[in-house]
T-cell receptor, first 115, second 114 residues
């Protein structure tokens, strides 16, 4: 079974608007971390934001925020005021205590920002 | 500057040949990982190592081998047993004891079988 599900293979957003990228996860571990990465066409993986399973507040980093709903096992990434440079693949990942602390990645969402 | 260096950036292999991808880090991280990425897909774990001289198979280890003789280095060999090796390979490292720390990635190696 997929541990990380990203149901949106592709998304379009108008420049300067906000966009939400969905991520749901599956774990029975109590201690885990959720990460979002951006991958531009160059292939590099850029870390964006982190949310811990015990964190009570949603994480924020500049224009990125994470809508964490623990009971629903979702960790959606919100990008505010989209820019053309935000066009890229976005991956949700999970790190579990019981899985050797390895990082498991979802299939990704390709975001295209329109001028 | 601290980081992860992968080389080469592009690699071409003839069928039946073994090739080795290099990964070096100077972040003093204990854990290192190798991922494979196929076009338009997510990352799949090949091998990982949390300590020198020890490594574990990931989800798609068949046809690959690794070594971890030094903390800084985690080379990946793609053997002739790997039937479909054309892919983008990413090496990463992280701190083991702290779950709230991210994985740091190299720039990747694009392997093509010709």
């Amino acid at each position: 079974a997929q541990k990380i599900t990203q149901t949106q293979p592709g998304m379009f957003v108008q420049e300067k608007e906000a966009v939400t990228l969905d991520c749901t996860y599956d774990t029975s571990d109590q201690s885990y971390g959720l990460f979002w990465y951006k991958q531009p066409s160059s292939g590099e993986m850029i870390f964006l934001i982190y949310q811990g399973s015990y964190d009570e507040q949603n994480a924020t980093e500049g224009r990125y925020s994470l809508n964490f709903q623990k009971a629903r096992k979702s960790a959606n990434l919100v990008i505010s005021a989209s820019q053309l440079g935000d066009s890229a693949m976005y991956f949700c990942a999970m790190r579990e205590e019981d899985y050797g602390q390895n990082f498991v990645f979802g299939p990704g969402t390709r975001l295209s920002v329109l001028p | 500057d601290g980081g992860i260096t992968q080389s080469p950036k592009y690699l071409f292999r003839k069928e039946g040949q073994n090739v080795t991808l290099s990964c070096e880090q100077n972040l003093n991280h204990d854990a290192m990982y190798w991922y494979r990425q196929d076009p338009g897909q997510g990352l799949r774990l090949i091998y990982y190592s949390q300590i020198v001289n020890d490594f574990q198979k990931g989800d798609i280890a068949e046809g690959y081998s690794v070594s971890r003789e030094k903390k800084e280095s985690f080379p990946l060999t793609v053997t002739s047993a790997q039937k479909n090796p054309t892919a983008f390979y990413l090496c990463a490292s992280s701190i083991v004891a702290r779950m709230n720390t991210e994985a740091f990635f190299g720039q990747g190696t694009r392997l093509t079988v010709v």
